[in-house]
């Protein structure tokens, strides 16, 4: 069974960056698609951007222009770059492989 592990959530002010970090503890190579997702209290979690293992990503339109998402084969490791962030980004940030999901990494923004 893989293991993802999500870091680099945290508090930030508006306006903001993170990169969140996804760690497997396999190799992603085969995998075809990984994405990461967000969810708040009382919400269903939210696709938030997907990429595929030639490089081709979809973004929300809600994170369009703000945030990037990435993978380093050869680390087994997705990221998330976030700028740019706003109030409403606020939620657990879940990475998921289409077969497992990560324990989620909290991010906050506020002032």
């Known amino acids: 069974q893989v293991q993802l592990v999500e870091s680099g959530g945290g508090l930030v002010q508006p306006g903001g960056s993170l990169r969140l970090s996804c760690a497997a503890s396999?190799?992603?190579?085969?995998?075809?698609?990984m994405g990461w997702y967000r969810q708040v209290p009382g919400k269903e979690r939210e696709l938030v951007a997907v990429?595929?293992?030639?490089?081709?990503?979809n973004y929300a339109d809600s994170v369009k222009g703000r945030f990037t998402i990435s993978r380093d084969n050869a680390k087994n490791t997705l990221y998330l770059q976030m700028n740019s962030l706003k109030p409403e980004d606020t939620a657990v940030y879940y990475c998921?492989?289409?077969?497992?999901w990560g324990q989620g990494t909290q991010v906050t923004v506020s002032s």
């Open positions: 396999g190799s992603i190579l085969g995998v075809y698609v």
């Open positions: 998921h492989d289409y077969k497992y």
């Open positions: 990429i595929t293992n030639i490089g081709s990503t």
